[in-house]
Antibody, heavy 122, light 108 residues
Framework: QLQLQESGPGLVKPAETLSLTCIVS??????????WAWIRQPPGKGLEWIGS???????YYNPSLTSRVTISVDKSNNQVSLRLSSVTAADTALYYC??????????????WGQGTLVTVSS | DIQMTQFPSSLSASVGDRVSITCRTS??????LNWYQHKPGKAPKLLIY???SLQSGVPSRFSGSGSGTDFTLTISSLQLEDFATYYC??????????FGQGTKLEIK
């Protein structure tokens, strides 16, 4: 059974880079059927899609974050990484890793991790 | 970006009640609308995809309807385990994927 598990520092200082990893277990990240995404939820707010990566490294990002975001895939370790630079308190959020299908007509998030809380504070 | 307006933002109901949650989009999205259930500390769960298709393993008391700009998630007979926050999400025009602000379903 495929599972996603996010990990990374729970506290990041303002202006630094947030780095998170999502380990995919129980299946291969190299499936041509799926993209792997990062989604976040600031405290008391709704969900915001950050970006998605395909197993071959192709990415697309939320235009509101694209200047600060890098999402990459590590096929040898079956994991997906998120880097968000120049963070501020507004980046404090619960960060989720999720999977969505690759075809245009079937793009829903059918599998999620439990999330990891990142606080931006000095 | 396509804006998602979800209402009500919160809802109190009793076990056995029938409840409906509405999601309205800022432009027509055909049936590219999905619904999720989220409980604190848990991974969000896909309930309904393509507006009305039930995800495998989801109880049949959940149903979705609508197309264009107006969509509804209905729970026919609330169970204790259904008290959670529900989100709609569009996949018609991306990037970005956008979500509604959520509806918190609470026990009356």
């Amino acid at each position: 059974q495929l599972q996603l598990q996010e990990s990374g520092p729970g506290l990041v200082k303002p202006a630094e880079t947030l780095s998170l990893t999502c380990i995919v277990s129980g299946g291969s990240i190299s499936s041509s059927n799926y993209y792997w995404a990062w989604i976040r939820q600031p405290p008391g707010k709704g969900l915001e899609w950050i970006g998605s990566v395909y197993y071959n490294g192709n990415t697309y990002y939320n235009p509101s974050l694209t200047s600060r975001v890098t999402i990459s895939v590590d096929k040898s370790n079956n994991q997906v990484s998120l880097r968000l630079s120049s963070v501020t308190a507004a980046d404090t959020a619960l960060y989720y890793c999720a999977r969505h299908t690759a075809t245009v007509t079937t793009r829903w998030f059918d599998l999620w991790g439990q999330g990891t809380l990142v606080t931006v504070s000095s | 970006d396509i804006q998602m307006t979800q209402f009500p933002s919160s809802l109190s109901a009793s076990v056995g009640d029938r409840v409906s949650i509405t999601c309205r989009t800022s432009q027509s999205i055909s049936n590219f609308l999905n619904w999720y259930q989220h409980k604190p500390g848990k991974a969000p769960k896909l309930l309904i995809y393509a507006a009305s298709s039930l995800q495998s393993g989801v109880p049949s008391r959940f149903s979705g309807s609508g197309s264009g700009t107006d969509f509804t998630l209905t729970i026919s007979s609330l169970q204790l385990e259904d008290f959670a926050t529900y989100y709609c999400q569009q996949s018609y025009s991306v990037p970005p994927y956008t979500f509604g602000q959520g509806t918190k379903l609470e026990i009356k």
